[in-house]
T-cell receptor, first 117, second 118 residues
Framework: AQTVTQSQPEMSVQEAETVTLSCTYD???????LFWYKQPPSRQMILVIR??????QNATENRFSVNFQKAAKSFSLKISDSQLGDTAMYFC??????????????FGQGTTLQVKP | GAGVSQSPSNKVTEKGKDVELRCDPI?????LYWYRQSLGQGLEFLIY????????KSGLPSDRFSAERTGGSVSTLTIQRTQQEDSAVYLC????????????????FGDGTRLSIL
């Protein structure tokens, strides 16, 4: 079975600074997808960034980038130039690649990020 | 376009009552998922529908939980004889295709239903 672990329940960062959220996972699969989702107080889960395990290059979306270390099973999220609107709970998630894939996401426990003015 | 719509937004009910939660996915999305988020926790997979295939019910926590998807569109999650531990936010998501045959398709989430059992 796959598991996802986020070891930082809460973090804070000053506006305009950079913060890194940690995520580790456990799987015997060789190919899979990893995601970071953001959940603001409005409750809606918003996809921030995704990474395909067979791609060596780290994914980047504007101010958001990941550090994907496949051997270490680590998938951290870096937020640059933090903004007040980045305040939210962040979830790391895993999905098996298609091979009897049901498409379900396996989530970590989440990290609450507070961006301070 | 319209996103995933869930209703009601909030539901308060007494222990032992049955509840129905509704999800209206994005038009054209063949895959639909239900997740449960307990207070301060991550999301827990409940059930997955893909087109007309038999659903993956492997995440349903007990036989009090059931779900159906009519006409490949709207889905209803039913909890019978509710218990206090059922209190949570129930989130629905949809994607173009959940099989991976057309590549990974991101899941789009609704705002959820907050269920409170008294």
């Amino acid at each position: 079975a796959q598991t996802v672990t986020q070891s930082q329940p809460e973090m804070s960062v000053q506006e305009a600074e950079t913060v890194t959220l940690s995520c580790t996972y456990d799987t015997s699969e060789s190919n899979y997808y990893l995601f970071w989702y953001k959940q603001p107080p409005s409750r809606q889960m918003i996809l921030v960034i995704r990474q395909e395990a067979y791609k060596q290059q780290n994914a980047t979306e504007n101010r958001f980038s990941v550090n994907f270390q496949k051997a270490a099973k680590s998938f951290s999220l870096k937020i640059s130039d933090s903004q007040l609107g980045d305040t939210a709970m962040y979830f790391c998630a895993f999905m098996k690649h298609y091979s009897g894939n049901t498409g379900k996401l396996i989530f970590g426990q989440g990290t609450t990020l507070q961006v301070k003015p | 376009g319209a996103g995933v719509s869930q209703s009601p937004s909030n539901k308060v009910t007494e222990k032992g009552k049955d509840v129905e939660l509704r999800c209206d996915p994005i038009s054209g999305h063949t895959a639909l998922y239900w997740y449960r988020q307990s207070l301060g926790q991550g999301l827990e997979f409940l059930i997955y529908f893909q087109g007309n295939s038999a659903p993956d019910k492997s995440g349903l926590p007990s036989d009090r939980f059931s779900a159906e998807r009519t006409g490949g569109s709207v889905s209803t999650l039913t909890i019978q004889r509710t218990q206090q531990e059922d209190s949570a936010v129930y989130l629905c998501a949809s994607s173009l295709d959940g099989t991976g045959r057309v590549g990974n398709q991101p899941q789009h989430f609704g705002d959820g239903t907050r269920l409170s059992i008294l």
